[in-house]
């Protein structure tokens, strides 16, 4: 499906980054950047340009190929990587932020993930998140055909147990992002991060 989907020369989800991790990023710390479901590469070529290292995770190799064209055409790196999520396992302790922007995946699946950002970050390292909820079917702007694949605010703050949150919202905002994404429509956002370690 995705393969498909991407094929069009033109980028589906537009190229420019998500407007929640515009906004979030500007106050985290630079460094390893992981990107989940990262479709097309808007918001991992945006990450690039704000002096991250990033590596972009999907399913689609149409995608990704996509993806690192937009990063060579906007003058920057960045890895990529072919996988599906449900198969991908996140490295431990090893990135300082995680990002999650319409990943929307069985809840199982969702579930491990999720557990596996908690260990992934470093102490002190941010994970970002902005996914439809239940009531987008209402709104039918984009997003998954199901309410089994898509996120609440108390389901998210369920499983990223170990995480300290700085925003945990279900909200309604104008998500204009590419012909999938257009219109206003109903959301969840999370910021949070890891806690460093005291060891006084």
Known sequence: MWDERYAADEYVYGTEPNDFLRAAVANVPRGQA????????????????????????????????????????????IDTLVADLADYTIEPDAWDLIVSIFCHVPPAIRRRLHAEVVTGL????????????????????????????????????????????????????????????TGRGAVVQILAHKPRQDWA
């Open 122 to 181: 470093h102490p002190g390292g941010v994970f970002m998140l902005e996914a439809y909820t239940p009531a987008q079917l209402d709104w039918g702007t984009g997003g998954p055909p199901t309410a089994e694949l898509m996120m609440t605010r108390d389901a998210l703050v369920e499983e990223l147990e170990g995480l300290e949150f700085e925003e945990a919202v279900e909200r309604e905002r104008d998500v204009i992002e590419g012909q999938f994404h």
């Open 34 to 77: 992981l990107c989940l479901g990262e479709g097309e590469g808007r918001n991992a070529v945006f990450l690039a340009q704000q002096g991250f290292e990033v590596l972009a995770v999907d399913s689609s190799a149409v995608g990704l190929q996509k993806a690192e064209r937009l990063a060579a055409d906007r003058g920057v790196h």
